[in-house]
T-cell receptor
Framework: GEEVAQTPKHLVRGEGQKAKLYCAPI?????VFWYQQVLKNEFKFLIS????????ETGMPKERFSAKCLPNSPCSLEIQATKLEDSAVYFC??????????????FGSGTRLTVV | DAKTTQPNSMESNEEEPVHLPCNHS???????IHWYRQLPSQGPEYVIH???SNVNNRMASLAIAEDRKSSTLILHRATLRDAAVYYC????????????????FGQGTELSVKP
């Protein structure tokens, strides 16, 4: 399809629990990006993939966050031992190309994670 | 990534044109200018992009200054549905495997549209 599908839409976890978010990119898009939006107007880049390979993970908090994009499966972002500060909306985006500035990205509608 | 500067907020009346400015004085020759918008409770949505020439599509027009140090997103007739935060983002077209092609969002301009 022509949309990036993110599931679930909402996720509530107790502090210390695990959270797993999923993203199905648009078919044919080989690049996937994860962003975290904690406050309105503030996006933080987390990680990007080229197919199943990590492309850029400079934004990932390494201790508790991990991500995968495996063939024939949705991509996933997992947070072990969630903290209150992880409460945010997590967006996934996919794109045909990355380094060429002339291509747009398609974003999903996000997963709202609330840690209580 | 080069930085962009946008006004925090703007107001418009419905069915009137809106000009959203963006300053990018440190833009390099290989930076494309991208605009995205985020409607309430949704993910960012691609609006338009350009390099040097002005661009038009079904959503908007992009006017790029001759020296490329600023650009303006033009919504020709604002509707209530255009109320959103608009982000102006520079993307380097040079292949850079360390960069990974990510978008660096600034603060954006929150556009409100009055009926």
């Amino acid at each position: 399809g022509e949309e990036v599908a993110q599931t679930p839409k909402h996720l509530v976890r107790g502090e210390g629990q695990k959270a797993k978010l999923y993203c199905a990119p648009i078919k044919g898009h080989s690049y996937v990006f994860w962003y975290q939006q904690v406050l309105k107007n503030e996006f933080k880049f987390l990680i990007s993939f080229q197919n199943e390979n990590v492309f850029d993970e400079t934004g990932m908090p390494k201790e508790r966050f991990s991500a995968k994009c495996l063939p024939n499966s949705p991509c996933s972002l997992e947070i072990q031992a969630t903290k209150l500060e992880d409460s945010a909306v997590y967006f996934c985006a996919s794109s045909v190309l990355t380094y060429r500035g002339g291509y747009g990205y398609t974003f999903g509608s996000g997963t709202r994670l609330t840690v209580v | 990534d080069a930085k962009t500067t946008q006004p925090n907020s703007m107001e418009s009346n419905e069915e009137e044109p809106v000009h959203l400015p963006c300053n990018h004085s440190t833009i390099s020759g290989t930076d494309y200018i991208h605009w995205y918008r985020q409607l309430p409770s949704q993910g960012p949505e691609y609006v338009i992009h350009g390099l040097t020439s002005n661009v038009n599509n079904r959503m908007a027009s992009l006017a790029i200054a001759e020296d490329r140090k600023s650009s303006t997103l033009i919504l020709h007739r604002a509707t209530l549905r255009d109320a959103a935060v608009y982000y102006c983002i520079l993307r380097d077209v040079t292949p850079s495997y360390n960069q990974g092609g990510k978008l660096i969002f600034g603060q954006g301009t929150e556009l409100s549209v009055k009926p």
